[in-house]
């Protein structure tokens, strides 16, 4: 996302990378190009020493807890598993300091708003605002819980689906994450209600921010984009976190809002990545680069002429033995697995995704050789798992 590039393009093949700001360019790099101020605030999951990765400065860091330094990298073993399934039991009311954590993010970022605001200087600013909610555990604040009834709770439709109806990919990730049996109903209807109370906490943070905005003069001449790094299962196909190309993991919200003196309003219904946010940002800029991604804004312009480009994904971490490739266009999902049978999913009939199409359709063929065009997944899974066996033996 900070650098408009696939994974494979930048070598983040897992969370303990350490990213190399020489050879990759961020928002901070590319926005203080262009004489923006690039301020981080808040949760950015760097890894190492270097806390900028090209922003000017910081208002605040991680928890030291989510500091990785080593560049260790995941096991990929077939016997390697999670612990313990706490991202689901561990669930309810309670005090966490992710909560505290979100509103000292909010506190700063509406100092530095307000300075901004009454600022003489002319210089454009970049704020990022890194939150933890609502990442597990499931530990959410008593006055949002309370909207929210476990009992009443509509669960998903393949929250109990059983392992043996699933793909093998599916089935060992299930296992390596303990999703592989699901919790009692009585769990899952808190976990559930838990979840959907800390995304109303972080709501009432965005809330703030927008409320700052919107009644000070930074109204008129600011961007507001709201998105998130992944999605959640919450349950669906019996899994929980991410990990997968389902779309309760990809299907992440992106909402684009532009100065309050700038009329254009609509969604956009294509399928758009993560990877155009910079192309975005350049867009208001008054810049451009040579990155994959495209701007929200010249989608958004060109919506009526809706061309069907592909989005990709892609996932190298536990839980996937061997690399895990998606491409959507349109309706249709392939999920390319290397060593394995694919997955091919057709969303207008089938939003659940339960019915695998990959063995009774011509689709698949055409979209692997769209995906082929992306990156060669074996050559990318090789170059994975090198890269991987090579830092876990400089740390041993």
């Known amino acids: 996302m900070l650098t408009g590039r696939y994974p494979h393009q930048i070598e983040a093949w897992d969370l303990g990378v350490i990213a190399d700001q020489h050879r990759h360019q961020t928002w901070g790099h590319h926005l203080g190009q262009a004489d923006y101020r690039t301020v981080l605030c808040g949760r950015t999951h760097f890894n ?15 928890l030291p807890q989510w500091h990785r330094s080593s560049g260790r990298p995941p096991a990929r073993s077939p016997n390697e598993r999670r612990n313990s399934n706490s991202h689901v ?11 505290a954590y979100d509103r000292q993010v909010t506190d700063l970022a509406l100092d530095f708003l307000k300075q901004e ?16 909610h609502p990442h597990f555990p499931l530990i959410a604040p008593a006055e949002f819980l309370a909207d929210y009834d476990p009992n009443t709770l509509e669960l998903p439709s393949t929250w109990n689906r059983p ?7 599916i089935q060992h990730l299930r296992w390596a994450w303990r999703n592989e049996v699901p919790p009692p109903e009585s ?9 959907y109370a800390l995304v109303s906490a972080l709501d009432a943070q965005v809330g703030r921010i927008v409320n700052a905005i919107d009644n000070s003069p930074l109204a008129d001449n600011t961007v507001i984009i709201y998105t998130s790094d992944h999605g959640e299962m919450a349950g669906h196909q019996g899994i929980w976190q991410k990990q997968c190309f389902y779309q309760p993991a990809v299907q992440v919200p992106l909402m684009l809002r532009l100065p ?19 192309p975005t940002l350049l867009d208001l800029a008054g810049r451009s680069a040579a990155l994959p991604g495209r701007s929200l804004l010249d989608i958004a312009r060109h919506e009526a002429d809706r061309i069907d480009r592909p989005v990709f994904a892609e996932y190298h971490h536990m839980g996937m033995l061997n690399a895990g490739f998606m491409l959507k266009r349109d309706c249709h999902k392939l999920c390319y697995y290397v060593g394995h049978s694919p997955q091919l ?3 207008s009939t089938d939003p659940t995704e339960i019915h695998n199409l990959a063995g ?15 990156c060669d997944p074996e050559q990318v899974d090789r170059q994975a798992k090198a890269d991987q066996a090579r830092r876990r033996s400089a740390l041993s």
């Open 260 to 278: 309050a003196n700038r009329a254009e309003t609509g969604r956009v219904l294509q399928n758009v990545s993560l990877l155009d946010i910079l």
């Open 163 to 169: 392992l043996d109806h699933q793909h093998p990919v």
């Open 48 to 62: 190492g020493s270097d806390r900028l990765m090209g922003f000017s400065h910081r208002l605040l860091d991680d």
């Open 89 to 99: 039991t561990e669930c309810g009311p309670g005090n966490h300091a992710h909560t």
């Open 187 to 195: 769990i899952v209807r808190c976990a559930l209600a838990s979840y």
């Open 345 to 347: 999913f057709d969303l």
């Open 117 to 132: 605001a009454t600022s003489s200087s002319k210089q454009p600013f970049l704020l990022y605002c890194g939150y933890m």
């Open 360 to 374: 009774t359709s011509d689709l698949v063929a055409e979209m692997e050789a769209e995906l082929r065009l992306i």
